[in-house]
């Protein structure tokens, strides 16, 4: 079992920068690779970012590429999303997500997520 709660979500204007946290515990942290989802209202849920567990790879979608970075802290079983030249069309539920394997499918873990809102 993995527990993980997701940090750091807000209302922000476009142009601007957020950071998400998701902190992690019940498994060993730095064997698992992670990764950030998001869903926006009537759309289904949808790849972010990955990282693997020693954060020597990281993978990113298309439409935040070079804009956000993902990053994590094993000493403090802590994941990072942080997210900087804001869209609207960023605006969505962001979850954390504990990786299968270090690919954009999501694993069984979430957690129940945080929200951010990109006002134009």
């Known amino acids: 079992q993995v527990q993980l709660v997701e940090s750091g979500g807000g209302l922000v204007q476009a142009g601007g920068s957020l950071r998400l946290s998701c902190a992690a515990s019940g498994r060993t942290f730095s064997g698992l690779n992670m990764g950030w989802f998001r869903q926006a209202p009537g759309k289904e849920r949808e790849f972010v970012a990955a990282?693997?567990?020693?954060?020597?790879?990281?993978r990113y979608a298309d439409s935040v590429k070079g804009r956000f970075t993902i990053s994590r802290d094993n000493a403090k079983n802590t994941v990072y999303l942080q997210m900087n030249s804001l869209k609207p069309q960023d605006t969505a539920v962001y979850y954390c997500n504990a990786l299968s394997s270090f690919t954009t499918t999501p694993g069984d873990y979430w957690g129940q997520g945080t929200q951010v809102t990109v006002s134009a």
């Open positions: 990282i693997s567990w020693g954060g020597g790879r990281t």
